[in-house]
């Protein structure tokens, strides 16, 4: 029983981060993207930060050429929708010595970067 | 689109603050360092905020590089490159800043990429016009105010926050200057940056 109420729990945690990327709106995504995370990162370009096309369902630390800290190479992680939520939701707190501090707050602004970024990993440059 | 170079090539009030801006940051923030002889020695204890800081300062040697490819494409009208020139020198005073806070603590300072990669990063081929670097430089500015504002809640050393916003100001002070010399109206909405 107690096993079960772990689960429901743990589901509980889960769903929200789930339903929340689902029902993200690519084309919002692509302004919140461009304005929030273009600073350091580009689609197709290693920049500061890491190139994105591809990323949605990659290994973490997967971009080719790009010069990553050991925490996320060794962290083990694939970019699923809700392992992008807690990671843009705290970068740190999902990965500890990881380079990476940006914070986006707004659960919406999340959802909807991550279906762009699942929109573009999809598609072809 | 109209440029409205006017705007832009009126450098008198941002020089004054850039003359103002540059000393209070190092006394304000560096300061914070140079009187903390335990700061070197706390390396590990601040090796967040190395890297953050290393991330603001790669953010700079490419702001430095993009205004650096706009002065050399020859597109810029004679005012407009005062101008760029004069924000890069904002730029190479944030670099210099951030250089020495993050030897002060310990870390090791992230060197430049060539020129050569900047220029292939940023799509300097496709440049083609004043108006293109214009908005390469207004998308990079708005960019790094808006990567200063988000890693501000995780500095560990509230000192380096303030950094941060005094970082973000300057490169939303660029920011609505050359949305002025591009002709552009500004946000109708309040709270444009961060979010």
């Known amino acids: 029983m107690r096993r079960f109420e772990i689960i429901a729990v743990l589901l509980s945690l889960a769903l929200p981060a789930t339903v929340a990327h689902a ?45 990553y800290s050991l925490a996320l190479s060794r962290s083990g992680l694939v970019w699923t929708g809700a392992n992008l939520d807690l990671w843009l939701r705290d970068p740190r707190a999902l990965v500890p010595g990881t380079r990476m501090a940006f914070h986006l707050e707004d659960p919406r602004e999340r959802a909807d970067v991550i279906a762009f970024l699942r929109a573009s990993s999809a598609a072809k440059r | 689109m109209t440029l409205n170079v006017s705007t832009l ?16 940051l190092s006394v304000a923030a560096i300061g914070v360092l140079a009187g903390a002889p335990g700061m070197a020695r706390a390396k590990d204890a601040h090796s967040g905020d190395i890297d953050i800081l290393n991330i603001a300062l790669g953010l700079e040697h490419e702001a430095i590089a993009a205004y650096q490819v706009g002065a050399q494409s020859g597109l810029l009208q004679k005012p407009v490159l005062a101008v760029a020139v004069q924000f890069q020198g904002h ?14 603590l310990g870390g090791t300072p992230v060197q430049p990429k060539s020129m050569n990669d900047y220029a292939m990063s940023l799509g300097a081929a496709s ?5 293109d670097i214009l908005h390469l430089a207004q998308r990079l500015e708005r960019g790094a105010a808006n990567a200063y504002l988000g890693v501000i809640p995780s500095f ?38 961060g979010g």
């Open chain 1, 23 to 67: 029902e993200g709106d690519a084309a919002r995504g692509k302004v919140v993207y461009e304005d929030r995370c273009g600073g350091c990162h580009a689609l197709d370009a290693n920049r500061v930060g890491p190139a994105h096309r591809g990323v949605y369902g990659r290994k973490a630390g997967g971009a080719p050429g790009y010069d």
């Open chain 2, 9 to 24: 090539a009126n450098p008198g009030r941002r020089t004054a603050l850039r003359a103002g801006g540059l000393g209070v």
């Open chain 2, 91 to 104: 730029h190479k005073g944030h670099r210099d800043a951030l250089i020495g806070a993050i030897t002060k």
């Open chain 2, 127 to 131: 440049i083609k016009s004043q108006a």
């Open chain 2, 156 to 193: 560990q050393d509230r000192a380096f926050a303030q950094v941060s916003a005094r970082l973000a100001a300057d490169e939303v002070m660029h920011w609505t200057a050359l949305t002025g010399a591009l002709g552009e109206a500004l946000p109708t909405m309040p709270l444009t940056f």
